[in-house]
Structures are given as structure tokens and as C-alpha cells.
């Protein structure tokens, strides 16, 4: 067993999960605000449209790269932050033209910015190296 081997920090881990629940937590919205298009002005059902899908985008995207942020990978803590900036300028967007969703965002809202306090924090920033100095995810 390698005694050098560093193991994943608890901030890291936490990252890990606040990644996959905002994720999955912006496919679930943004199908509802997609679902909305019906309830709203003619004049409304494209941009209602285009915002549900863009949530669901970046839902997806989000998920892809949990396991990146599970291995220390910058580039999808970099793909997360910028994602998560995206997914909060939607839901800003959807609040100030929608009354219906306003407390699933700010629930969504809030874990997003959890996550990224999370990932920036000193602890959860030192995991995040060169991947010549990553940790083996495989290594025993």
C-alpha cells in the first residue's frame, strides 16, 4: 500500500455530491419549466422553451463531470463553476419572468452556491493539482 497516497477530502466528497444533486435537481426543473410552456402567454412559449431545455443542458453537462471532480480533475471544477454560473443566470431568469418555480430556485440557488464554496475552499483547492501530481484513482 502506498503510504504517500493522499486520500480524498471530506470537502472533495461533499463537492462530489453537491455536484450530482444540483445536476440531477436541474434536469428534474428544468423539465418542469419546460412542462410550464403550457401555462403560459403565446408570446411566451419560446423563450419558457428555450430556458426549461437550457436548465436540462446544463443539468446534464453538471452530471457528466462529477467523477472529474471525484478525481481531482481542474478542468471539470473549472466546467462545474462555469456551468453553475450558466445554470444561476437561468434561474434568475426564470424567477424574474416566472412565479411558479420560485422556491425550487432558490433551493437550487442555494445548493449551487454551496457547491462552489465547497470547491474554492483552501481544503477542497489543494486536491485539485496537475494531473501529473494527481492522485492514482486506482492505485490501492
Known amino acids: 500500500m502506498n503510504q504517500h497516497h493522499v486520500g480524498r477530502?471530506?470537502?472533495?466528497?461533499?463537492?462530489?455530491v453537491l455536484v450530482s444533486l444540483t445536476g440531477a435537481y436541474n434536469v428534474v426543473l428544468?423539465?418542469?419549466?419546460?412542462?410550464?410552456?403550457?401555462?403560459?402567454?403565446?408570446?411566451?412559449?419560446?423563450?419558457?422553451?428555450?430556458?426549461?431545455?437550457?436548465?436540462?443542458?446544463?443539468?446534464?453537462l453538471t452530471l457528466a463531470?462529477?467523477?472529474g471532480i471525484a478525481r481531482g480533475s481542474r478542468l471539470s471544477r473549472l466546467l462545474v463553476t462555469v456551468y453553475i454560473g450558466i445554470q444561476l443566470t437561468l434561474h434568475v431568469i426564470t424567477i424574474v419572468t416566472s412565479d411558479?418555480?420560485?422556491?425550487?430556485?432558490?433551493?437550487?440557488?442555494?445548493?449551487q452556491i454551496a457547491l462552489l464554496v465547497v470547491l474554492w475552499t483552501p481544503l477542497g483547492s489543494r486536491y485539485f493539482r496537475s494531473r501529473d501530481t494527481a492522485p492514482d484513482p486506482f492505485a490501492p
Do not use: E, K
Not at 412542462?35 to 431545455?53: Q, T
Open 30 to 60: 428544468g423539465i418542469l419549466v419546460l412542462l410550464s410552456r403550457y401555462d403560459v402567454a403565446d408570446d411566451d412559449v419560446l423563450a419558457v422553451s428555450l430556458i426549461g431545455a437550457g436548465i436540462i443542458l446544463f443539468g446534464l
Open 65 to 67: 463531470v462529477a467523477s
Open 100 to 111: 411558479t418555480w420560485d422556491g425550487l430556485l432558490f433551493v437550487q440557488i442555494a445548493l
Open 9 to 16: 477530502p471530506v470537502a472533495v466528497t461533499l463537492a462530489v
